[in-house]
DNA sequence: TTCGATGTTCGTGAAACATCGAACAAGCTA
DNA sequence: TAGCTTGTTCGATGTTTCACGAACATCGAA
C-alpha cells in the first residue's frame, strides 16, 4: 500500500483519458463520482473482484481523473472534475451526459445509496 | 472489398467511441477529417503501413465515427459530425479542441496541404 | 486480357488489457 | 501479540489491439 503516484494537471493526456473511459466499469465509476464528493473504496459497488476494482481505480488515477488519499488502512477516491475542466473544457460533461443517456455503467454503485431507477 | 459495416446513430456506443479516440493516429485522423470534407483514402498521410492504416479506418467506421464510401476502387471517407452530435451533443468538440490543444495526432495530414506548422 | 492502382484480409508476433484467486503488507483492535 | 480489515501486488489466463508484410480482390486503363 504505497504512496499513489497521481499525474500533475499538464501530464494529463488526452488519449490517457479516453483509454480510460472505455470501459464501461471505469465509466461507472467516474459517473458515481461525479458529485464531487469523496467516496472511500468500500462504498464502491461494482461486479468484479476486488483485485479487479483496484485495478480500475489505479488506471483512472493513472490516467489523472481521480485522486485517492488514504487514510489509516482506508482509501478515499475523489474525481478531479476541476483539474479536468482545466485541461479539456467541456470533455467531463459531455462524457457523464453521454453516460447518462445510456446508463452506462450502471453496474457500478455506492452501497447505502443503490442508483436509483 | 465487400460493402463495410456501418453502425446506425442508436448503436453508437460511448465506449466504442472512446476506445476509437484512445490511438493517436486515429485521434488524428479525426481531427484531419474535422472539417466535414470528404477525403480519399489516398489522401491521408499517417506513419504507418497501409495495412495498419486500413485497421485503423476500420475502428473509426465500427466505431461510428467515420462513412465511407466507395466509388469504384477507390475510397473515400468523412467524419459523421451530425450523427456523432446528435448521439453525444458537445463530445466531439471537447475532443477536437483538447486535441488541437495538445496536438495529438500530428502525425497524420492530408497530402497538397501538409498540417500546418 | 493483362497490368497497375487501391484497399482488404490473412497470418503472425508483440504488447496491452481484464479478470480472477492467492499471497502479501499495513494499520487497527482486542 | 494475534487477528481482522483493507487494499495492493503477483502470477496465470484468455482476449483484444497494433503492427507488419504478403497475398488477394476489384476496378479502370492500356
Excluded: N, Y
Excluded at 472534475?81 to 443517456?101: C, N, S
Amino acid at each position: 500500500m504505497r504512496q499513489a503516484h497521481h499525474p500533475e494537471v499538464g501530464e494529463i493526456t488526452l488519449t490517457g483519458v479516453m483509454a480510460a473511459l472505455s470501459d464501461p466499469i471505469r465509466v461507472g465509476l467516474v459517473r458515481v463520482l461525479a458529485d464531487g464528493r469523496e467516496r472511500g473504496w468500500g462504498e464502491l459497488q461494482a461486479p468484479v473482484a476486488k483485485s479487479t476494482l483496484s485495478h480500475h481505480l489505479r488506471v483512472l488515477r493513472d490516467a489523472g481523473l481521480t485522486r485517492t488519499r488514504q487514510e489509516g488502512t482506508r482509501c478515499f477516491v475523489v474525481l478531479r472534475r476541476h483539474d479536468l475542466q482545466d485541461r479539456f473544457p467541456g470533455l467531463l460533461r459531455a462524457v457523464l451526459d453521454a453516460a447518462e443517456d445510456d446508463d452506462i455503467g450502471h453496474q457500478v454503485s455506492v452501497k447505502d445509496a443503490p442508483r436509483p431507477t
